[in-house]
Structures are given as structure tokens and as C-alpha cells.
């Protein structure tokens, strides 16, 4: 009796979840009604256009979404349409079809549910304001979360090859994944270059699994023939044909690798410098906008000496400009090396002096990072120096003010509740405790990309750059709530 009390309870929960989830996807079909034929002027919206007439990227835009949006441009040149709506709708397609990949991946709901699973993740406010706009995260997001997908594949397929890796049909589904899966990778790097070692994880780590399994294999199976004469040839032989089938799709992972790295070169422009100088660059960034710019009244001489009056009234009303146009500039003007010095010796006085604060921003946007909607609302409730975020939002609200308020403040409290929700069903609920293992991989991938954006700087928060992980905290609710009902 009581057990069934307990099953009637999980599913209320699990009913209400699912309906304020859909009540907030139709809030966003509302609102994308509204947005679909208005363009929202980002910054980088004109940067992405004028990257599209040369196609030499620059900063982190890699060379894919320009040369997409010139491909557009041109097609549309002489219709009667605006440019951006076949743009918004190939972005709209791509992400859905992603999360229908990963629903079919995750969940073994029927094809309608997996479109409704979809279709809820694709229109909460972070992805619709991305895919209804010229901006390259809308692409990202969809790319890693096919990349994530087939390799989610990969581990549900390489169970089944794990104990015979000479069964032909599961191990060349497996190794087809491999080979998708760095396709993505390539893609995914070409879009936002920090995905080149980002989205690199995943590959790599299909890679050093088989290629572990097959040399342990073949090392058992050496020790097993020596002590019987011959009772590992069979599957010496099977470990070969499986080498052997495995080859070609390992090098075109490779070939891959290799025209990431080509095609980075080709376009690029801007400065290149070491990794290491790159990590003490962001040190300083951490500790820039409140320690030098943002808050002082006054910058030390050696910081303001360096660059143009107009490049220091930037670095001090824009945090972002501190890394672009400021570091360009002083790189310009003293050398590299010098820029980079002078950077770490302010960031180990700053950090001295100030440790307290610079630790509480640094977790604050590691989460933030990670749970974009908590940090959106907290930044929104004037707990915090505006950074993007009220920019973003003034944006998305535009056209229809109250709509966006309820639409995108309502879901990041909602979020916060139904997160908690989800994760105790999970752990609660027999029926998924695999469900650690499924979230592994995206979990990292979320961690490393919340540590790599935090290196960007203190008030250069940004929810678009956390889109992915956004979408995958919803898709892990409607996994662990609504898509058994």
C-alpha cells in the first residue's frame, strides 16, 4: 500500500514537471512568433556579417558560421526575404533534429515523444533567443550535442563488442560512431574555436578505449596461447579482423585532427601565442575589470601608459574589451612577451590583496557556467555587476517586454526546483540508475567549458556561451521525469 502511495506521488510529480515545462515551451513559441522576423542586434551580429564578406575569423569565430551566413546571403540576395529567416529556420531544424538524436540515444520513448522531447529542449528562452539570432552558439550547441550523442553510441555499442571484439555488426556500428563522431568535432571546432580541445575529450576518449581494449586483448590472448600452444588463436585472429575493420575509421578520426588544425591556420587572423602565456594572460583577466578598470578611480601607470586613451575608457566600461582590444593594442605597443610579464606580476599583487572576493566571483561564475538559469536570475536581481547578461535580456525583451520577463525569469526559478526534483527521482528510481554513466561525459565536457569561459574574465558572464548546458539540464529532467509518460 504504501509503495503504491509512493508510485502515485513520483508520477504527480513527474506529471506537474512535464506540464510547466510545456507551458514554458508554448510561453516560447509566443514569443518566437513575435522575434522570428526581428533581427536582435548583437554586437557580434555585425561582426558575423562583415566576417562573412572576408571570411577571415577572428577571436574565437571560426570560419564555418561565416562562410554558412555568406552561403545564405548570396542565396537569398534576390528574393523578397530578409536573409536572417532562412538562417533562423536551418538553425531552428539543426538544433531539433541534435536533441531528437540525443533523445533516440538516451530514451526508448516512441518517435512522437522523442519529437516532443525535442521540441522542449529547443524552446527554452537560452536556446530560442541563440537560434532566432545571428550568432554562432546556435550551431555550437547543436554540434556538440551530436558529437555527445554518438558518442553516447559508441558506449552502448562498445558493450556489446567488449567480450568478442571480432563481432563484426556491433563493431562496425561502433566504429562508424567514432568516425561521426569526430566529423562533429571537426564541425564543432570550425564553429567556436575553444571546442578544438572542448569537443576533442570525447573523441579521445573513444579512441584510447578501443585502442586499450584491443592491445590488452591481444597481450591476454599472447599469454593464453603460450601456456596452451594454441588456444588463443581464434581470437588472435578475431582481434586482427577487428584491427583490421577498426583501421579506417581511426584514421579518419585522425585525418580530421589534422584538417582542424589546417584549416585554423588558413583563416585565422590575430595574434597566436603560447598555451602557457594564454593561462597567465586569463590569471590577469580574473583580477582586471575590478581590481584595474571596472571600480578604480584611477589605473596604475603601467597599465595605462601602454595603450590609447580610447582603448583604456573601453577596458574601463567594457570587461570584454580587456582581453580584445586592450591586450591587442599593448601587444602592439610593447611586445607580446612584455604584455604577458606585466599581466602576471599585476595578477599576483591583485590576487594578494583581494582574495576573498576574487574566489567568490571565480565560483560564482564556475556555476554559473554550469547552471546558466540560477546565475541569470541572480545577475537580473541586481546581485551582481550586469556583465552580458542585461544586455542580452534588454535584447530579448524588445518587442514584447512582459512576455520575456515571465518567459525567461519565470523558467530560471523554475529550473532550479525541477532540477532538484529530477536528481532526486533519479537516485530514488531503479529505472535509472544508469544514470550517472549516461551524464559522464556531458557533465565533463560542461565542467571543462565552465573553466575555460570563467578564464575569460570577472563580468564577462555570458548564458549564450553556457547554451549547451542549458539544454542539457532540461533534457536531463524530461530524461529522469516525463519521457515514460
Known amino acids: 500500500m504504501q509503495s503504491d502511495a509512493k508510485k502515485i506521488l513520483i508520477n504527480s510529480v513527474k506529471r506537474a514537471v512535464f506540464l510547466l515545462l510545456l507551458l514554458s515551451s508554448l510561453a516560447g513559441l509566443a514569443w518566437g512568433a513575435v522575434n522570428f522576423f526581428y533581427l536582435q542586434q548583437f554586437s ?3 561582426t558575423l556579417i562583415r566576417l562573412a564578406r572576408t571570411l577571415k ?4 569565430t571560426g570560419i564555418l558560421y561565416p562562410a554558412f551566413l555568406l552561403i545564405v546571403i548570396t542565396l537569398v540576395l534576390d528574393m523578397p526575404i530578409r536573409f536572417y529567416i532562412p538562417l533562423f529556420i536551418a538553425q531552428l531544424v539543426l538544433a531539433f533534429v541534435s536533441w531528437y538524436v540525443f533523445a533516440s540515444t538516451v530514451t526508448k520513448g516512441s518517435k512522437a515523444s522523442r519529437a516532443l522531447f525535442s521540441f522542449l529542449v529547443i524552446t527554452n528562452p537560452f536556446a530560442l533567443q541563440c537560434h532566432l539570432a545571428i550568432l554562432e552558439y546556435s550551431f555550437a550547441s547543436s554540434f556538440l550535442c551530436l558529437l555527445i550523442s554518438f558518442c553516447l553510441r559508441f558506449s552502448s555499442e562498445w558493450k ?12 562496425d556500428k561502433a566504429m562508424t560512431d567514432i568516425s561521426v563522431t569526430s566529423l562533429f568535432w571537426l564541425l564543432l571546432s570550425m564553429t567556436r574555436r575553444e571546442f578544438v580541445f572542448i569537443g576533442a575529450i570525447p573523441v579521445i576518449a573513444l579512441v584510447v578505449t578501443i585502442t586499450k581494449a584491443f592491445v590488452g586483448r591481444e597481450s591476454a590472448d599472447r599469454g593464453a596461447k603460450r601456456k596452451t600452444g594454441n588456444g588463443g588463436a581464434g581470437r588472435g585472429v578475431a582481434i586482427a579482423g577487428g584491427l583490421k575493420r577498426s583501421a579506417p575509421h581511426l584514421v579518419l578520426a585522425v585525418a580530421f585532427a589534422s ?4 584549416i585554423d591556420s588558413l583563416f585565422a587572423t590575430g595574434e597566436k601565442i603560447p598555451v602557457a602565456d594564454s593561462v597567465k594572460r586569463s590569471l590577469f583577466y580574473r583580477v582586471a575589470s575590478t581590481s584595474y578598470f571596472y571600480d578604480a578611480n584611477s589605473t596604475p601607470d ?20 580587456i582581453r580584445d582590444v586592450y591586450t591587442k593594442e599593448a601587444a602592439e605597443n610593447i611586445g607580446s612577451d612584455a604584455v604577458t610579464e606585466l599581466y602576471t606580476d599585476f595578477f599576483v599583487y591583485a590576487f594578494s590583496g583581494n582574495k576573498k572576493a576574487l574566489v567568490k566571483e571565480t565560483i560564482l561564475d564556475l556555476v554559473g557556467y554550469i547552471f546558466p538559469p540560477a546565475r541569470t536570475e541572480y545577475v537580473l536581481e541586481g546581485n551582481d555587476l550586469p556583465g552580458f547578461v542585461t544586455g542580452n535580456y534588454e535584447l530579448m525583451a524588445r518587442t514584447v517586454k512582459t512576455l520575456t520577463k515571465y518567459y525567461l525569469r519565470l523558467f530560471s526559478i523554475l529550473m532550479f526546483f525541477i532540477l532538484l526534483i529530477a536528481a532526486a527521482i533519479a537516485f530514488a528510481d531503479k529505472k535509472h540508475r544508469g544514470t550517472l554513466k549516461i551524464y559522464m561525459m556531458p557533465l565533463t565536457v560542461m565542467v571543462i567549458s565552465a573553466v575555460f569561459y570563467t578564464s575569460l574574465g570577472v563580468n564577462v558572464w555570458d548564458h549564450r556561451k ?3 548546458a542549458t539544454c542539457m539540464l532540461v533534457a536531463f529532467v524530461l530524461r529522469e521525469t516525463a519521457y515514460d509518460i
Open 466 to 468: 553556457a547554451l549547451f
Open 302 to 321: 603601467e597599465l595605462s601608459d601602454i595603450v590609447s586613451d580610447q582603448a583604456l575608457y573601453l577596458a574601463k566600461n567594457d570587461p570584454g574589451s
Open 259 to 262: 584538417i582542424v588544425i589546417i
Open 160 to 171: 556489446k563488442i567488449k567480450e568478442n571484439p571480432g563481432e563484426a555488426p556491433a563493431l
Open 44 to 46: 557580434e551580429t555585425t
Open 57 to 60: 575569423s577572428s577571436g574565437e
